[in-house]
């Protein structure tokens, strides 16, 4: 063991102790008796564990981003980042595994699911999600992204007596190893075009240079650019492992048309992963995609930034197409939990924006905190009201029908409130924190050159409105059909309170650590942390100009 | 003349024409091939004798002289009758079943070392990765059955052939690990290499006095050039206490017990021959073959044996070194002067081999004798046995053997050669002793709790749980 | 020449295997199609790839396919139930584009001159032995009696490749370690969904979900 191991490890020790968690929690399992005490050990273990590890990615958050230009600061031979970007993530990948562990504890009791396998495999796949944002390398972004993906099938199957489980997770696992197959395909090729064009342009390579990482791609498409002559970016293999690596990744994040499989897996699978993998598994997604357009697709070179073209047009049609059939199809949706799903779909694409704004130079710094906001926002809200659908569940069973909402108001006034707050922030109005995610994205999009989109994001976001509105309207000016006066409460009301006052509290200030600095010049490193403890940022909208 | 008997026979591989290099190939398969099948009908010959005498019989003694030309009979018998091919086989793999059981188990003669020379040591003596290739040919050997079992469109085959796969696999694992603790152990790959103890692929001269990976270190440096005969300079020096099953005692030790346990399950003889368990299969994979393709399954088998036996030997029986250094080799008489080369041939085809076969025959004598003293398993106990006995014990008896390694690596240069091994086989030792402890101590809690269940349960009546009255203290009790 | 034979049956062996209905013929195809994947690793000289690629694959996972087949004695399947009959010819004829297309790009991409056979045996000049760290990935360790350079001689061997798998200064240790995470939670999948009784559940319960789902 040498000093700069210790130095390796201790940067990535977000996710290594989230590992060490989940083995804690195996071991656990294993070692002490059976019965509620142990399962409560386990629940305070795994969620105690967390906490430590979102405390510990903080110190994260104030290391440079790594970016073109920028020289980061990488470890495990070049493979691993841990800068500003990657310990956010860190951060939201921690509260969604802990609201998701927090709200899950009657809910497996009553189905007999409580297991220590199921909080193992949470802890899992979120260090995997993690291992995706802090990669700096195609291969280690794949193997995170499997461990992502492979506890989630695991977990989208947990309910075994269930069919709907069952579908769920054969459907998940299919259609996810396809979608993994392209990703690898993809790397494989970009491998292949970068050693093709490092031969070409005479450049003596050190032995054990990985053509994957994202720093020697960097490096190899500048060289290729200016030692005359087309970008690899130009290059045919190189166009075709990167459109590969955007089906592997947008499939990930459930982005229009790679989203099919959403609706199924959401309804099907156990309501806590549900929660939990329509937050974990995007946030992965997105970690990667920035990280990995930030550096294929940079465009302070005019050739280079001709090369990308395409990819842009790509990706502005994915975005466009993401935010229209999600927020359409889910109109006509019953099911809450469907809805619920077309609805993160949704917000895929107003991530999506965000994305696409990040890989253009000017913009970029403001966009990939923007996207940061949002999928910390889009977190509470969303796993808030998978905790109300748990929450008011009781007997094994769920309220999953719209309808049967209605009148909630009269009986359980605190739940609807809490319901109404997440709604009305999925739905981006004002008082809720929906509201200022979506604000920045489209600001920075603006801000990117992409007004177009970002109209088409704000008027078509109008249509969402009318289907979260559609709940409140049912829960306060309905007549109850049900009886909601013994419900399962328990760790999903205190999930979904603790996230409806988060949804509620940064609405009014953004959050210290997360807060976009959009009146930064620099995309160079600032002690952020430090700077937004001292100084409380003014009022957001107080900072935001240029509104569209 | 003598140009031609330098190129076949004498310069090193590097100096020679192809065609040199070809003959000497098609040389060194025959030996091969001549040892390793060329064994089988003297194997045959060899179990049915002793079974005969573990069973108080006498067993085939008309054939020739003790029945020595016994097997040649059943063979002549075998290829005189009528090759049958069942109407409603899958008649392609039907006829390939047999060759792919066969086929593996010749491959596998291609790496198996018999004596130490880089020319003429093995048929393929310089390759590098010698033991991964035996893993790879043996993981690929349970087709012939499992393929026999299905295309014979036979329920028995099929269970049979079903039995093997699973069988195979189960213990292919216990066997891997204990392969990979002697490799372990050895530091090589190659085979040769494997049982001197040093790389014989690296270039260089060792000079007198290197400690060589197994613990010896060379005495002296002979003039090498011609034929790589440096082996004998050390291995004079050693004996069998140098071999690979007693080093890093115990762990040495149990890693041979279980390769020599899985050696047995992979094939498939008694006690662990379900695949073929006459009592309830039939004759298993092989119920519908006659004739000839019969004849390959059951040459398969006992060439098979050999092969396994063979590795057992090279890998943790020193191979073809003897038991004590100074056997190994011609005795250097003063004053009689016999050729270097013949020396030299002498020591590696006539001792080498013949302690390599002697090795060979104790160790197939110990499968007759395992197959004649224990009773066949039951299905479900062979697969505990594998996975819940044999597995964990070759995983942790791995780590125990890398960590003593480990240990004896950092403390190598500061404790000295013995100090380090003491070093790393005292923490081994101690981490064994906890482990084993803790685990007795939790197989004692349980049987006490047992017992104490045991106890309790005929105190009750077995039918009613115990309802404890508890007195309630508020209540004032009624003056009597 | 042995590269156009095995690379040449490697893929008439894949074609076979995905054309054959009865699914043993296609395991075995598949066998045959990595072996002869194994035999293009050896001409590479990546000895070492090539038996772990008949270790683990031909002898241990397609053992385990051609088992489970056989205990499910599966059939060759009925055509007539196939409910989406356009579905295959749609099918074929996109996968004719998409390999039309790969086929156009790696023709483009791969440049004009040697021929690939000549790209292979100049490939190892690339390489030049280690120095020195990396200088293209800075925090790289800098001690350099710590790493042992990956020359062409150790290339493909046992230990080039465990060089370049264990050293922490390369960029193979991580992900190689991470692998045993995604192993662990395979292992525990297995295990959670195939186990007949979990803690938690009761008897009745566990008879239910067989009843229901056999």
Known sequence: ?????????????????????????????????????????????????????????????????????????????????????????????????????????????????????????????????????????????????????????????????????????????????????????????????VGIALKNTGLLQPTGTSFTNLGVIARTIQESAETGGAPITASPLFIAGVALLIVGLAFKAAIVPFHSYAPDVYEGAPTPVTAFMSAAAKVGAFAALIRVFGILLPADNASIAQAAVPFHAVLWGLAAATIVVGNVLAIRQTNIKRMLAYSSIAHAGYILVGVLASSVPGASQNAKDAVIYYLFTYTFMNLGAFAMVIWLGRDGGEYTSIADYAGLAKQQPLAAAAMAVFMLSLAGIPPAAGFLAKLYVFTSAVQAGLTGLAVLALVVSVIGVYYYLNIIVAMYFRDPVNDFSSVRAGGARAAALLSAAATLLFGFIPAGVFSPTIQRDQPTAQPILGAAEKSPLPPAVAVVSPQP | MNDLWQQLFILPTDQIPWWAEVFRSVIRLVIALAGGLGSVPILVWLERRLLGWFQGRLGPNRVGPFGLLQPLADALKLMMKEDIIPTNVDRTIYVMAPAIALFPVILSLTVLPWNGSREWGAVAPNIDIGILFLLAVGSIEVYGAILAGWSSNNKYSLLGGLRASSQVISYELGMGLSIVSVLLIAGTLGTQSLVMGYDLSQTGVLAPGTLLGNGQAIVSVASVGDTGYTVYEHAASSGFWDWHFLRLFPFGLIATGIYMISMIAETNRAPFDLPEAETELVAGFHTEYSSFKFAMFFMGEYANMLIVSAICVTLFFGGWLAPFGFLSQLPAVTGLY???????????????????????????????????????????????????????????????????????????????????????????????????????????????????VARTTDLIAPIRRPTVIVPTPSAPAPEA | MLFLLFGGSALVTGITMVLFPN????????????????????????????????????????????????????????????????????AVGIAVVLAALFGAVIYQSVPAGPPASAMMVEAPTLYAPRAEPNPMLTNQISDPNQLRAITPDTMGTVTGIGQSLYNPGEAWLFPFEATSILLLIAVIGSVVLAKRRLPGEDASAAGEREGGTG
């Open chain 1, 1 to 193: 063991m040498n000093q700069s191991v210790l130095t390796d490890l201790q940067a990535l020790i977000c996710p290594l102790v989230v590992i060490v968690l989940g083995m804690i929690v195996l071991l656990l399992d294993l070692g002490t008796g059976d019965g509620p005490a142990r399962r409560r050990l386990i629940y305070f273990v795994s969620l105690g564990g967390l906490v430590a590890a979102a405390l510990l990615a903080v110190a994260n958050t104030t290391i440079p981003n790594a970016g073109v230009g920028v020289t980061p600061l990488t470890h495990f031979g070049g493979g691993m980042v841990a800068d500003r970007f990657g310990g956010l993530f860190c951060i939201v990948l921690c509260i969604i595994a802990g609201l998701a562990i927090t709200m899950s504890d009657r809910y497996l009791e009553e189905k007999s699911l409580n297991s220590g396998e199921y909080y193992a495999l949470i802890l899992f796949s979120t260090s995997g999600a993690m291992l995706m944002a802090l990669a700096y390398d195609l291969v280690n972004i794949f193997v995170g992204l499997e461990i992502l993906s492979v506890a989630l099938y695991i977990l989208s199957g947990f309910a075994r007596r269930e069919r709907r489980s069952e579908e769920s997770a054969v459907k998940y696992f299919l259609l996810g190893s396809f979608a993994s197959g392209f990703l690898l395909y993809g790397m494989a090729l970009i491998y292949g075009a």
């Open chain 2, 338 to 452: 016999v050729a270097p080369g013949v020396v030299n041939f002498v020591n590696s085809f006539v001792i080498a081999p013949f302690w390599l076969f002697t090795k060979l025959y104790v160790l197939i004598g110990l499968f007759i004798a395992v197959r004649a003293s224990f009773p066949r398993l039951r299905y479900d106990m062979l697969m505990k046995f594998g996975w819940k006995g044999m597995l964990p014990v070759a995983l942790g008896n791995l780590v125990l053997i890398a960590t003593s390694l480990a240990v004896q690596q950092v403390t190598f240069p500061s404790l000295g050669y013995y100090g380090a091994w003491w070093a790393g086989q005292g923490v081994a030792w101690g981490i064994t002793l906890v482990v084993v402890g803790i685990l007795f101590y939790g197989k004692y809690v349980q049987y006490q709790a047992k017992k104490r």
């Open chain 3, 23 to 90: 699914p043993v013929r296609s395991a075995l195809f598949l066998v045959l199609n990595l072996f002869c994947v194994a035999v293009l690793y050896l001409l590479l000289n990546a000895y070492f790839l090539a038996t772990v690629q008949v270790i683990v694959y031909a002898g241990a996972i397609m053992v385990l396919f051609l088992f489970v087949i056989m205990l499910l004695n599966l059939g060759t399947p009925d055509r007539s139930l196939d409910k989406l009959r356009w579905q295959q010819p749609a």
